[in-house]
């Protein structure tokens, strides 16, 4: 019965008793018993192994709520205000939750691969030679037809995003399918989705143009599951340039809510 | 003019107003216009008579009336409709009632969630029963509420069991006679799942069949150690009831830990079965075990649907079941004897049903720690929504999603009150599941139709002699489609996710078609 867990939770415990410091810090078994439970309640947003998806990556250990143990017990206890993050204190007793927090500082760092690359130089890359702002917006510069990268560096480690360059079409940004539209006097229209149903779609072209049509006015419409960034960059760009790129996207955070 | 003449023609512009009787009840599928129980007759059927609105006219239905709830939360009620008034529950403890003929709210009940309710899947609600003047309703914190019908005022209230060991209730009541009939849920919290019944008088208990069975139970050897203290078992959907056997037909949910089979060895009976119990007594008179030690959280919770139909060239009194488990199954619904079994979607668990009625399967399918791919995908098939058997047509009706999925396992301690799955499944990312209205001959589970979906389907049917069938989609689409090709002779986009099941029935000569999306009960007729 559990397609969709949902796990939004009146967050009802004040923090004002909590310690600031885990007190089950050094217990293998309660990191442990933190990653049965993070399975069970974070994987869906988070990742199994806590790589990312919808939610940040956790691998990193970089947090965007605060570094220190208790930054962590309160975003879990309380959720994370202006975003997807519920609060898990009326599920989770207080041990609970730090058992959640030994499993963090278990994987913290787990998945950051160590970033060579040169920030500027990357950056120059990004929007020159790799010419990622025709799709890609960066705090408002850029255009739109894919995802918004103002902090794709605080969302997806740096190990996700060399792959995601060398091979997009490893995963997909949920609602950025590609569609392909022919009209019934042949014209051809390509564009990232922005919505899609059983009678319509809705999508963006390179050219941030937007259309809508119904399936039984055009001759046909193609939904994948793929992505429409081009899959030549691992060719494009040097190993070295690759990694600057990666060590640039890894500074885009945006600004913290 | 005498006085009983007066009262009589100022009546006429009344609604007629006659007591939910037993035997109204019994004979629930020959009005037309009400709607008296979860499935419109006690055999789930969701089939109305009616057929004002037809394959020939229905692109011309438009919007009655709309009610807005302003509760947010799965909205997944199917109304009951009597006595000029529609009755709908709505998610995390509230309900209404509606003048049928405006929509205008008559009253309102809300009831705040007690702290520390583990519910696995949403502060859902299915539905009320009725009986008498009184509507019966389950509440998230595992209470059966008994309300005056005119009112809504709490008549009784029961605690069914403790929220501390993990139960909950969505499911909508079965009245059967004088007892309301109900299971609870709460598998995934480690409760050990059971169908009770009480007496609609009093709220007092008259029987308990536990779903997961106890060491001393019949079928208490298909539990190893003490896992049956925490077996699952929860109860979803509402059962059926067919007063020639006196059997209730239930379909029970997922042993608990979900995913864990190693924590719970055997069989693990009475999970993801149907069950016929006695409506007298609650005894089990059998059961059926669709999926034995099941680790897929494939419960089968889909109506155990009475139906006389012809099987292998014979006349059977069976009920047939489209399982989340992949399989479509026909047994003799007197003694649970398995008849058929038919894939209805991609299945790679299994390499097909033996000839008891037990899965073959295949190996490597099961969770693991890293994670294993399996079909179909956990959800199922298809999952708690309600069907409609159409006796028009002779065809049965169900959604089903099309897909796989990445199971995993852990082991996990029990603890009481929190979540005990044994791990999770996750999407394939690239693979993603789609959905589809299927239309089967129930006789030998051929496919008549199958009309897809860009989405896995989330609502219920209903069906009518206007040779319809009506769906909602994910994306909020409600549509009529022919119950004889499945083309889409209409289609309306209310706005929000259609979840719950779709009823019909007629005020002053006019049908209706109503159903719960987003947080909003619309209806549609004709125009006039």
């Known amino acids: 019965m559990k397609t969709v867990m949902l796990l939004a939770m009146a967050a009802a415990v004040g923090a004002a008793q909590t310690p600031r410091t885990n007190p089950l810090a050094g217990n293998p078994k309660a990191a442990e018993e933190g990653r049965v439970a993070f399975r069970g309640s974070c994987s869906l947003c988070h990742g199994i192994k806590g790589e990312g998806g919808r939610g940040p990556d956790l691998t990193i250990g970089n947090y965007s709520v605060g570094s220190t143990d208790g930054d962590l017990y309160g975003v879990i206890s309380e959720g994370a205000a202006g975003t997807e993050m519920p609060g898990f204190a009326a599920r989770y007793e207080s041990d609970d939750i730090w058992r959640l927090v030994s499993y963090l500082r278990s994987i913290s760092g787990s998945g950051t691969s160590r970033v060579t690359g040169n920030v500027s130089n990357g950056e120059q890359l990004f929007w020159t030679k790799g010419q990622c702002g025709q799709c890609h917006l960066v705090n408002g510069r850029g255009k739109r037809m894919g995802p918004d990268l103002s902090q794709v560096g605080r969302t997806r480690s740096a190990k996700y995003l060399r792959e995601s360059l060398v091979n997009p079409g490893l995963d997909l940004t949920p609602g950025y399918q590609m569609i392909t539209v022919v009209t019934k006097d042949g014209k051809k229209i390509v564009g990232a989705q922005r919505s899609y149903d059983d009678f319509s779609v809705q999508l963006m072209d390179a050219s941030e143009n937007y259309y809508s049509f119904q399936k039984s006015d055009v001759a046909s419409i193609k939904q994948e599951y793929k992505s429409l960034m081009p899959d030549t960059y691992g060719k494009l760009f040097s190993e070295a340039e690759l990694n600057d790129v990666v060590a640039y996207m890894t500074t885009l955070r945006g600004t913290r809510r | ?528």
């Not at chain 2, 925490?230 to 509402?238: E, K, N, P, Q």
């Not at chain 2, 608990?256 to 609650?282: E, F, I, M």
């Not at chain 2, 852990?410 to 979540?419: I, K, S, W």
């Not at chain 2, 044994?422 to 199958?450: Q, R």
Request: glycine share 12%; hydrophobic share 35%.
């Open chain 2, 1 to 528: 003019m005498n006085r009983a003449l007066l009262i009589l023609l100022a009546l006429a512009g009344a609604v007629t107003a006659a007591e939910i009787t037993p035997e109204r009840l019994l004979q629930a599928q020959s009005d037309p216009n009400t709607w008296l129980m979860y499935s419109k007759n006690y055999s789930g059927w969701r089939y109305s008579e009616l057929k004002q609105i037809n394959t020939t006219n229905v692109r011309r239905l438009a919007p009655a009336w709309q009610f807005q709830t302003g509760v947010t939360g799965k909205f997944e009620t199917s109304p009951l409709v009597f006595d000029g008034m529609m009755y709908v529950t709505g998610p995390t403890n509230h309900a209404y009632a509606l003048d049928l003929a405006t929509g205008r709210q008559i009253w309102h009940y809300s009831k705040p969630l007690p702290p520390g309710v583990s519910i696995c899947c949403g502060q859902v609600n299915r539905g009320f029963a009725a009986l008498g003047n009184k509507l019966f309703k389950l509440n998230l914190e595992a209470t059966l509420v008994a309300m005056d019908a005119k009112t809504g005022a709490v008549l009784w209230e029961t605690q069914i069991d403790d929220i501390k060991k993990g139960y909950s209730g969505t499911v909508a009541p079965l009245v059967v006679k004088n007892k309301v009939i109900l299971g609870v849920a709460g598998a995934e919290y480690g409760i050990r799942g059971f169908i009770d019944a009480y007496d609609a008088d009093t709220g007092k208990r008259a029987w308990r069949f536990w779903t997961v069975a106890g060491p001393d139970d019949q079928g208490g050897a298909s539990w190893g150690g003490d896992s049956w203290q925490r077996g699952g078992g929860s109860i979803w959907v509402t059962g059926t009831y067919d007063p020639e056997t006196n059997l209730t037909y239930w379909g029970t949910g997922n042993p608990g830990p979900d995913w864990n089979g190693d924590q719970r060895p055997g069989d693990n009976l009475y999970t993801t079965s149907v069950v016929a119990l006695d409506v007298d007594t609650g005894k089990l008179k059998w059961h059926f075990q669709n999926t034995p030690h099941d680790v897929h959280d494939w419960d089968s919770i889909s109506d155990p649907i009475p139906i006389d139909s012809v099987i292998n060239g014979q006349k059977v009194k069976a009920i047939v079941q489209a399982n989340r488990n992949g399989y479509f199954y026909a047994l003799d619904r007197a003694s649970g004897r398995f008849l058929y079994a038919k894939p209805y979607t991609k299945v790679t668990w299994s390499d097909g049903i033996d000839a008891k009625g037990r899965p073959i399967l295949i190996p490597g399918q099961d969770p693991t720690a890293d994670g294993n791919k399996s079909c179909p995908a956990v959800g199922g098939g298809h999952n708690w929504q309600a069907t409609t058997f159409n006796v028009q047509t002779g065809w049965y009706y169900f959604t089903t999603t099309e897909g796989c999925q990445t199971y995993y396992k852990n082991h996990q301690e029990f603890r009481e009150g929190l979540l005990y799955t044994g791990s999770t499944g996750s999407p394939l990312p690239l693979e993603p599941t789609s959905g589809a209205v299927i239309a089967m001959d129930p006789g030998n589970g051929a496919i008549k139709w199958k009309f897809e979906l860009v989405s896995p389907p989330p609502s219920g049917l209903v069906s009518t002699a206007g040779g319809l069938v009506f769906a909602g989609t994910r994306e909020g689409h409600f549509m009529a489609l022919d119950a004889k090709t499945g083309k889409v002779l209409w289609k309306y986009q209310t706005g929000g996710i259609v979840i719950a099941p779709p009823i019909t029935y007629a005020l002053n000569g006019r049908q209706y078609v109503a159903v719960a999306a987003g947080s909003t009960m619309l209806t549609f007729a004709l125009p006039e």
